[in-house]
């Protein structure tokens, strides 16, 4: 069944900085989000309680990856933390540097891309955060992994879309595809078994490529007002926007859309500031803000059978 709309969400939790980045570990059940100015890291059950926020001595932050109940990864502009201990007193130590972006966790594995187009395999150890590291082939502008499958975007015209098998792209692509232009400068990614993203924050265009087998299909499109996160579920997107609403595109809309798509639904996030971050977690949808906020939607099926 395709989804039809996002209900009005509720705020589950808050922290005092605006909030940057936003991960979902699944076998935790677990969503993670990092503010900045000051930052502080808040996790919530997925169904929205319990939470609990804390204090993490940062001078600013980017990304976070959660990889176990007691254990996290933190990006600053271009260096990645481990948090340790973070169920009881969480300590803070450096774990690499020059990182472009880190994705996931998928599983207990998260990847951080480094600016040298290394890679590096992150997950839970005895004491602290394994890191393994490996090269790259081509230049990669964007990585995102799923539960079989790893996603890319290596640099060559406007961009090309590759799937590799397994946690990480070191094996070759099991297909791929040229994107279209407008894609040189969106460069962050969410992928998907059937659908997925190329954006960048506070830009309107968006490339969704399709997937049918080993078959690939981009469409570029242009969204009225400028997108600050998004995410895939399924063959449907969900956009956050500046002007604070979640809008919903599902599979019709994206088929028959050309340049434009229009919205199969359109909910206001009613939260303070405006959203920065946003991550599916089974069948709910979690928006963190400029403000704070951490708010929880669920994603409706048609026929009102939830996801």
Known sequence: ???KTVSQPRRVASVEGSIQGA???KKLGTVAMVSTNPVQVATVAYTGSPAKHFNVQLDEARDIALLSRDMAVVRTDTDVWQLLDIQH????DPLTRDTRMVVGPQGDAALALKWDN??????PGKNEVASRTFQLRGDHRAVDIGENECYAIVEAGEGEFRIHPGGTPEQGSVTKTALPAGCKELDRLRGGRFLSALYQRNNSAVCLIR???NRLDTKMFYLD???TDLAVCETSLLVVTKDGRVVLYD???IEHGDGRMEPRSETPLGCRGEPTACVVAHSNLFVGTSGGDIVMGNIIRKQGISA
């Not at 007193?89 to 803070?92: D, E, M, P, T, V």
């Not at 290394?118 to 997950?123: G, K, M, V, W, Y």
């Open 1 to 3: 069944m395709p989804f």
């Open 23 to 25: 991960s979902f570990h």
């Open 89 to 92: 007193k969480a300590r803070i």
């Open 118 to 123: 290394a890679c590096e395999q992150l997950t």
């Open 211 to 213: 997937r049918a087998g």
């Open 225 to 227: 007002v400028p997108m």
């Open 251 to 253: 599979s019709e809309a």
